[in-house]
């Protein structure tokens, strides 16, 4: 027998983590070095794409053998989730920072070494079914109202242009909220920092997708991709030069702590999508949508950098679609591949269309209600001492959660999966939610995070002692 290979050892690792419950899979997976708890100074990593802060010790309580509920979809094991999930897919692609360091080179080695990949592929459908499973729950099914062949494509045809006229009419909340912000600036380069967390990854699809071999069966599908595609790339000076306003690089995982669960999510819908070539025709009907996606919001995200950022440059969408563009974009793809494969052609697209859809409307919620906390954080003080007053004069007891934490430690931005108020009692901590600001807390500070809204903190005292009281929803609508 010869000598066992590193190879072998990682077979070995399969063979054992195949049998082994589903978290502690995920928990192995997590432990790279590359994805340990985030230092003081990386709030941002602009030189470095490898380096993904998940919070793995949060893993010792969080539960991803199971589906997630969609009331649980903006909660922390959905945010940790796909971080984690980005990080499986994204090792299957190719990075490069601008130049090289010990600390990338570093991580870099442990992000794209083998390990890292088989213990992916292990993780990759215990995170899948926990983040994915919530589609079956909230997915519309198809009914073309007619039995005759190709009737089921004009139907999806005029459900895709109704569902592109409304988001042309109406692209979003979020826009809106930001709109309304006090602070423009901030709110425009946090929803920058949004759009690079799954516009990307959208592109990577479509390019993905063709390199497929697919000739024989639709001889002018490639060439329409291709085109899309095209279209990318030439278009990628204007995506540089927007995030260039906001002082922003277009660095993969850049701003890796201040990307919302909601979207990593969209992105992570697209790649999975991507990487699965039995979901090929799910896949178009995803890609339909995000095309439909970038029209809606090319727009309103003008709007926005010229008005926050005093950027005027070209739009950056790919296509300007229209409702009837994106039907006869479907009668394109579809009409060819229904004739040859039959009705689950039609079945699958919708379902990506819609499950795109799902998310995309999970993520304007998100944003737009992230945007408005964040510019409002002065209030949400101010009701954190209300909510604590009440508690005392009304003698109410409420669970309570309390830490001390030593000079430079950091807290890896999370969301909490209920409302908290944050207390401190000695010491002093920076609190943060964006690239353009940290907020100072000093002793007797107290803030209000609702549910599910994106944060952060590092010590900046020796010490720093701090509480949190968990406040009951009802409670909370008192004040709101």
């Not at 509920?69 to 984690?84: C, D, I, N, T, Y």
């Not at 007619?146 to 494509?153: L, Q, R």
């Not at 995982?253 to 909601?262: I, K, T």
């Not at 900046?460 to 709101?480: A, K, N, V």
């Amino acid at each position: 027998m010869g000598t066992p290979t590193a190879t072998d050892d990682l077979l070995d690792l399969r063979d054992l983590l195949s049998a082994a419950n589903p978290n502690d899979i995920v928990k192995a997976f997590a432990a790279n070095p590359a994805f340990r708890a985030a230092e003081w100074e990386e709030l941002t990593t602009e030189n470095n794409p490898y380096r993904r802060p998940v919070r793995p010790a949060d893993l010792a309580w969080l539960d991803y053998s199971r589906p997630m509920p969609e009331v649980k979809a903006l909660r922390l094991s959905a945010l940790l989730g796909h971080r984690m999930l980005r990080n499986i897919y994204d090792a299957e692609f190719h990075h490069l920072p601008e130049k090289l360091d010990d600390a990338n080179k570093t991580d870099r080695a442990t992000f794209h070494s083998p390990r890292n990949r088989i213990l992916g592929a292990l993780a990759r459908p215990v995170l899948e079914r926990h983040l994915f499973t919530v589609l079956e729950e909230v997915r519309s099914p198809f009914d073309p109202g007619a039995a005759d062949t190709g009737a089921d494509v004009a139907a999806l045809a005029g459900e895709v242009a109704s569902a592109c006229e409304r988001r042309l009419a109406e692209p979003g909340a979020a826009f809106l909220a930001a709109r309304q912000t006090k602070h423009r600036r901030e709110s425009t380069t946090f929803l920058l920092l949004q759009l690079s967390a799954f516009r990307p990854a959208g592109w990577a699809a479509l390019g993905h997708l063709t390199l497929g071999e697919y000739h024989s069966a639709h001889p002018d599908l490639r060439p329409l991709l291709h085109e899309r595609y095209h279209r990318v790339l030439t278009g990628a000076s204007r995506y540089r030069d927007l995030l260039a306003a906001a002082e922003l690089t277009p660095v993969v995982g850049a701003y890796w702590q201040l990307y919302l669960g909601s979207s990593l999510g969209r992105g992570n819908h697209l790649l999975r999508l991507a990487s699965a070539p039995e979901e090929f025709f799910a896949l178009l009907g995803a890609l339909v949508h995000d095309l439909i996606d970038q029209a809606a919001i090319a727009g309103p995200l003008a709007q926005a950098a010229a008005e926050g950022l005093g950027h005027h440059g070209p739009r950056l969408a790919a296509e300007e679609l229209t409702p009837t563009g994106a039907a006869d974009l479907v009668h394109r793809i579809l009409g060819p591949l229904r004739e040859r494969f039959g009705a689950g052609v039609t079945r699958d697209f919708h379902r990506g269309f819609h499950d795109a859809s799902w998310f995309a409307a999970l993520w304007d919620r998100d944003l737009a209600e992230q945007l408005s906390w964040a510019d409002r954080i002065e209030e949400f003080q101010e009701k954190a001492e209300k909510i604590d007053q009440h508690l005392t004069n009304e003698n109410i007891t409420v669970d309570l959660d309390t830490f001390v934490e030593t000079n430079e430690e950091t807290s890896t931005t999370h969301v909490h999966n209920e409302h908290r108020l944050v207390m401190i009692e000695s010491g002093q901590m920076h609190f943060w939610n964006n690239t353009t600001h940290k907020i100072e807390l000093n002793e007797g500070d107290k803030l209000l995070i609702p549910v599910s809204r994106l944060h952060g903190s590092t010590v900046l005292s020796g010490s720093c002692t701090y509480h949190q009281p968990i406040i009951p929803d009802e409670m909370l609508q008192q004040f709101l």
